[in-house]
């Protein structure tokens, strides 16, 4: 998946927040299932870890390029 959520798992340990805190502010279990294994998550969740957090998406995702681009010819 080219969608990482290292940043998410780093900002978490830089401010001491734990998946347990997230549950309890009404993050669906299997949703933080998905975020432990870079899997997809909707955008309101996204917004909705945002608003829990105090942070912007940037922080909690990035992008990988799974192979390099072609050559342009």
């Known amino acids: 998946m080219p969608i990482s959520f290292r940043p998410m ?3 978490m340990a ?7 805190k997230l549950g309890n502010e009404g993050v669906d279990p299997q ?3 998905r975020i432990r294994h870079d899997r997809p998550i909707t955008t309101t ?11 912007q998406p940037a922080d909690l995702v990035e ?5 390099p681009p072609h050559d342009a010819k």
């Open 63 to 67: 992008y990988i390029r799974e192979q």
């Open 9 to 11: 798992r780093e900002y």
């Open 45 to 55: 969740t996204l917004g909705l870890l945002c608003e829990i957090m105090n942070c």
């Open 31 to 33: 949703t933080l299932q």
């Open 14 to 20: 830089k401010n001491n927040i734990s998946y347990y």
